[in-house]
């Protein structure tokens, strides 16, 4: 204890047992004046030295060994699900997008249909409406070459 005033920094090793399994873990405990990350972390001793694994935080805290590679490959195997389940999201939509523009394609050409019949239907009326007028002048030419004056009874009809 009165040592600990002579100290910089102090790091601790420790065995974490999970599931059945021991790992190595090491943290700082303390470093005066520098900064320092709180977290536990895993160290493995390989042929080439000590190599830090990298934080892996599950819902239970710090996890490691076996716990860690369980914990990575389910939240993997979600990315997967998840990025499917967006692909197939992607190729609804676009199906989807293709019905749309059958169906606006549809009714442009029902809309046509339909402006060309009224179109021919006012076609139609402006040449019988002409025809109507052109059968009552010559109607009334008729009146006034035998002589009568047709003149106010031509307005009565307009």
Known sequence: MGISSLIDTWIELRDVEQIGERNRAIYVRKARGIAHSNQV??????????????????????????????????????????????????????????ILTSRIAALKAEFESERSRIETDFAFLAWEEE??????????????????????ALKEIE
């Open 131 to 152: 025809t109507i007028r052109g059968n009552r002048d010559a109607i009334a030419r008729t009146r006034t070459l035998s002589g009568g004056n047709v003149r106010p």
């Open 41 to 98: 972390r895993e160290f493995l001793i390989t042929s080439q030295g000590l190599r830090l694994v990298d934080v892996c935080i599950g819902p239970e805290g710090v996890l490691t060994g076996s716990a860690r590679k369980s914990y990575e490959a389910r939240l993997c195997s979600e990315h997967v699900v998840a990025s499917r389940r967006a692909e197939t999201m992607k190729k609804e939509l676009l199906y989807r997008e293709e």
